[in-house]
């Protein structure tokens, strides 16, 4: 199912890009550029060839794992995708696994306390972050610590590779934010996963023998509670790794989804096309680990 | 809980290093929005490509601040009374990065070279008959003098040697070449050369010691051009908003393309000194002659007097730059009196041509784009003043990529629209006047401005060319195929321990003549 | 079914009723012309003439606030039925024909639910053009695919239940059947997941715009005013701040409210968020 998956998403890229107007050789001449500057380029660049040629040597050589060079600026495709993939997995990572930390806990103690005061301030809570833009928390952000308090750095990037703990110093505003639009996400769904649970039989049946509260909570509610919210954490991930593009233009890191964004406005097609056919891989590479670490959650789903 | 402490500790690491940023000697660093495309000068380029490269190579002419052309590696050039013969003398003592001496030879053998179509020069097509001129034979009298034949005189051909898209038609040795012609670095004559270059990161050029400069003072690309500095590391770094970041950190010393919105804040902190250059690059509005309605020039002329083209100017360019109505550059030589006549705004004139032309309130789409704030500022501003007027003008924002396309296929009714830096009046001209029915993208087609336009590209004489550009601007004023705003200022910042930065009109950074104390 | 008086629901519908009432009376009714420029004015603090200050080109920030709310108001109910109707024809298509039909339709539309949704939106946008209709359709575009999923698997299920079989045995033709007694059905999961999606359409419009590709400015968003206001984040903090909290307080809104109608219309899905 995977590949002919990606072979639809590489087909269905390819023809948006060229349907788009405007030519990557022109954004990249400029103005001053004459008629045979422009077609000497285009023909150096393969553009020139008919599109079911260029389709088929683009997947040709994508079947040989290389994805070509950038028009704008010669590199290789693939060496741009990692390198820019390093930096959004670090923040999208970090970011959630620190949201569940903090979320799951928090879901299931409103659940168990269901209509208490702390139930309303953990609903009332988890709205409110889930309804704030995470461009517009970015930037408020950004304002407060960056430019007000100074404490960390406004814009920019330094590789891990050149300098550990500025690299980290630049990553810190864009992982808090995304944190904290995350706990709002996950704590909904781990409530609503936890209250579904908790009106189940075998944990009245629990209850019943004399188990202590705390045990029928911790061995029998949050690992079935767990596993719808694990799901989203997958679906989650996926989703991020593409469309943390907001994100990154805020706080202006080089992340891969600045690359894809830069790409389609310099119509930059070999870095459109790589991009969107690594995301769609990811995305069925991670919904695909979360399935097979599901059963490990969720007992239910071993017995059938 | 445990990743709310991490943070904490985080946060207090980095508040603690980002104090410390490393403040070794670097030389001077300067940042570059994207990387170089080559180091082979006017072959594989863009405008950072040009110049890096102009740092390191050198024409027999160059540009000076008023874009006249004077001469470089030459220490004379002189024209045949028929204007088809060149003759240079070159300079003396002048060496090569290798030691080597720079003699006619090196001259015949580089321009060989880039007439080779192998060697897919740029400008190629400029010399071989499909341009400017042709070229038909290189001579070499002795070790100091070059002659060059062309096919018919030209006005265009020292401008055209000199121009930086063109590599300044940049004399090598012939090392910078391997065995079998492939390019491998540049072996020039110019103040800096070649050090380490990381692709998408950095471009380092060292000082070369036995630099032979110009004694006058430093004037555009020629005159004197010293290495004050070490070295000069150009930082790759794409994003605007990092750039300043790193500049009000220290990370690098000297940005250029400053944002005009920009200005206010940078102006305000003491270790920031600025510089503000007007550069020969043109805003302007494009209108489609073609179009079934802009086709009446009472229209055009009633947009261009409904605006109010000073203020206009005042606000999109932060006060950085003047309104001027000519093709023409505010900094050329050729920007004469009769080039500061414009449009002066005059409501009840505009409504009255309005009338006239029988105008009912037909919508006119105006095209602009965001990734240039000037562009779609001027098109924000000209669309509120339009509709003072009565002229109902609706803006339409396409990416850049998308609005580049549609004014290559003349597909449009007004745009907002920057040429970038032309420094020969003719080419100021040529670049919006022509034939729309090969070269869609013009917007001025008139048989007699075209003949006027032509006469200038084969006239040497400077005072004959100058009467043509002013019958030109005034012509343009009549007919309206575009209204000029005015020509963009080159804002550069630097720390202010940085001393003897100067933009100048085209544009491009020199950092010869520039140190850090 | 939980609360005795849904107090979140009624602050729900309280931020709602405002959106609509302020985008209601924006279309005909604003302080200023939000699309006015008065140089003289040029980003102006909040206070006198100007309630909320004015942006860079000297436009009054309050009523382009206030048409903004009308353009986004429409541009997500329209996506919002653009998505509807597309995905939900293709479900009902795709889970009652069956076969192969099916198995073509749902590789289509996997492969589409494969993208992050605003990349689907980012990439037919470019395609269509950055207007208010091209976001309409490429926004509704990238929802579809999930309306067809849920569509399809209600008709699945409904399907071989008693009163399809007796439509069936009655003798009406297929078409019939579909929309006099499958299409009725999956009413209720389509509007918790519209409710949703309503929010979503109003966050990515403004998160395209921030982009730079939502709707053409001169014309006010909340997502372009805010994306404008970045280089002036520091010297004009008000031009963020306002379209910001407008976003936010819309979405708490639509949240509140779409909860409400999740465990009224559907108490099994309530579980799930």
């Known amino acids: 199912m995977v590949v002919p998956t990606l072979l639809l998403v590489g087909a269905t890229v390819f023809v948006l890009m060229r349907l788009v107007p405007g030519d990557p050789v022109l954004v990249m001449l400029g103005d001053t550029a004459g008629e045979a500057e422009i077609a000497d380029l285009r023909a150096a660049l393969g553009l020139d060839r008919p599109l079911p040629v260029q389709f088929a040597l683009w997947l040709a050589r994508v079947a040989r794992g290389d994805l070509g060079a950038s028009i704008t600026n010669g590199q290789s495709v693939l060496g741009l995708i990692l390198e820019r993939f390093q930096v959004s997995t670090a923040i999208v990572l970090v970011a959630v696994a620190a949201a569940a930390l903090i979320a799951v806990p928090l879901g299931l103690l409103a659940a168990w306390r ?191 | 809980m445990r990743a709310g402490r991490i ?341 009840a004139a505009a409504r009255r041509l309005l009338a006239e032309a029988g105008y009912r309130g037909q919508t006119i789409r105006m095209l602009a784009n965001r990734r240039y704030a000037s562009m779609f500022d001027a098109a924000v501003l000209a669309q509120a003043m339009a509709q003072e007027a009565g002229l109902r003008i609706e803006l339409e924002v396409l990416d850049w990529a998308t609005q580049l396309d549609r004014y290559t296929r003349g597909d449009y009714q007004l745009m907002s629209f920057s040429y970038s830096a032309r420094l020969d009046p003719s080419l100021s001209y040529e670049m919006f006047s022509g034939p729309k029915a090969t070269q869609p993208r013009k917007v001025w087609d008139n048989a007699e401005a075209l003949a006027l336009l032509r006469e200038s590209m084969v006239t040497t004489d400077t005072a004959r060319r100058r009467a043509i550009f002013e019958a030109l601007h005034r012509k343009m004023l009549d007919e309206v195929p575009l209204i000029n705003l005015y020509n963009g200022a080159e804002i550069a910042a630097m720390r202010a321990n940085v001393s003897g930065y100067q933009g100048w009109p085209a544009g491009h950074p020199r950092l010869w003549g520039v140190r850090v104390d | 079914m939980r609360r005795p008086i849904p107090l979140n629901a009624l602050i729900g519908g309280l931020l709602i009723t405002a959106l609509v009432l302020t985008a209601a009376v924006a279309l005909v009714w604003t302080p200023h012309d939000p699309l006015a420029v008065n140089l003289r004015a040029r980003l102006a603090p909040p206070g006198g003439a100007y309630p909320l200050g004015t942006d860079e080109f000297g436009r009054d920030v309050l009523s382009r606030l206030m048409a903004g709310a009308a353009t986004s108001a429409i541009v997500a109910l329209a996506t919002v039925a653009f998505a509807v109707i597309a995905g939900g024809t293709l479900g009902l298509v795709a889970g009652f024909l069956r076969g192969w039909t099916d198995r073509v339709l749902m590789a289509v539309n996997d492969a589409l639910l494969a993208f992050p949704g605003i990349l689907l939106a980012l990439g037919f946008l470019v395609v269509f053009g950055a207007n208010q209709w091209g976001i309409v359709v490429a926004l509704g575009l990238a929802y579809a695919p999930s309306v067809a999923r849920v569509v399809r698997g209600t008709v699945l299920s409904i399907r071989e239940r008693e009163f399809v079989e007796a439509s069936r045995v009655i003798g009406n033709p297929e078409h019939t059947t579909l929309w006099r007694h499958v299409a009725p059905n999956c009413i209720a999961p389509v509007a918790v997941l519209a409710t949703g999606m309503f929010g979503w359409v109003l966050l990515s419009e403004s998160a395209l715009s921030f982009l730079g590709l939502g709707v053409p400015p001169p014309a006010p968003t909340w997502g372009n005013m805010l994306a404008s206001s970045r280089p002036y984040m520091e010297s004009a903090v008000w031009l963020g701040v306002a379209p910001g909290l407008c976003i936010a307080l819309s979405l708490l809104g639509i949240n509140l409210l779409g909860d409400w109608v999740r465990d009224r219309l559907d108490p099994r899905m309530a579980a799930h968020a």
């Open chain 2, 7 to 347: 943070i904490c500790i985080a946060l207090v690491a980095a508040a603690a290093l980002g104090a410390a940023a490393p403040a070794e000697a670097q030389g001077l660093r300067v940042r570059l929005n994207a990387d170089i495309r080559s180091t082979d000068p006017g072959v594989n380029r863009d405008a950072n490509t040009d110049a890096v490269v102009l740092h390191m190579v050198e024409g027999l002419v160059a540009f000076r601040e008023d874009a006249s052309v004077g001469p470089l590696l030459a220490e004379s050039m002189v024209v045949s009374e028929d204007g088809r013969t060149y003759t240079f003398r070159l300079r003396e003592n002048v060496r090569f990065h290798n030691g080597a001496p720079l003699t006619s030879e090196d001259v015949a053998w580089t321009w060989r070279r880039y007439m080779t179509p192998e060697t897919r020069w740029r400008c190629l097509t400029e010399f071989d008959g499909r341009g400017a001129a042709k070229l038909i034979g290189i001579e070499t009298p002795d070790a100091r003098t070059v002659v060059f034949r062309f096919e018919s005189p030209s006005a265009l051909i020292p401008a055209t040697m000199a121009r930086p898209d063109c590599g300044g038609s940049a004399i090598l040795h012939r090392d910078s070449v391997g065995p079998d012609g492939a390019w491998l670095a540049p072996i020039g004559t110019g103040p800096f050369r070649m050090g380490e270059w990381r692709r998408g990161q950095s471009i380092e050029l060292i000082r070369f010691d036995s630099s032979a400069a110009r004694s006058e003072p430093r004037d555009g690309f020629t005159g004197g051009k010293r290495a004050e500095v070490e070295r000069v590391r150009f930082l790759v770094i794409p994003d605007q908003a990092a750039g300043k970041a790193a500049l009000l950190s220290g990370a690098i010393d000297v940005l250029t393309d400053i944002a005009s919105s920009d200005l206010a804040e940078l102006k305000a902190r003491p270790e920031i000194r600025l510089d503000v250059a007007a550069t020969m690059g043109l805003n302007t509005l494009l209108i489609q002659t073609k179009d079934p309605l802009l086709a009446d020039v009472r229209i055009r002329r009633a947009l261009a007097l409904a605006l109010d083209l000073p203020a206009l100017v005042q606000a999109v360019s932060e006060g950085t730059a003047r309104y001027n109505a000519s093709a023409i550059p505010v900094s050329s030589a050729f920007h004469t009196a009769p080039h500061a006549q414009g449009y002066t705004r005059d409501l």
């Open chain 1, 114 to 304: 269901q209509g208490s005061a702390a139930d309303l301030a953990i609903v009332a809570g988890a709205t409110v972050l889930v309804s704030v833009p995470s461009f517009w928390l970015g930037l408020l952000l950004l304002l407060l610590f960056g430019l007000k308090l100074g404490w960390l750095p406004v814009v920019g990037f330094v590789p891990f590779s050149e300098n550990f703990a500025a690299a980290l110093s630049f990553l810190i505003l864009p992982i808090v934010t995304l944190i904290m639009i995350e706990i709002g996400v996950l704590t909904r769904m781990s409530r609503a996963a936890a209250i579904e649970v908790l009106r189940l039989d075998y944990v009245t049946h629990a209850r019943a023998k004399g188990l202590p509260e705390s045990r029928v909570l911790l061995r029998h509610v949050l690992p079935n509670a767990f596993a719808p919210t694990w799901t989203l954490i997958g679906l989650t991930l996926g989703n991020l790794l593409g469309g943390i593009a907001v994100l990154e233009t805020v706080f202006t890191l080089p992340g891969l989804g600045r690359l894809l964004v830069d790409g389609i406005f310099a119509r930059d097609y070999p870095v459109v096309q790589g991009c969107l056919l690594f995301i769609a891989l990811i995305y069925v590479v991670v919904n695909l680990i979360v399935d097979l670490m599901y059963p490990l959650f969720d007992p239910r789903v071993t017995a059938e």
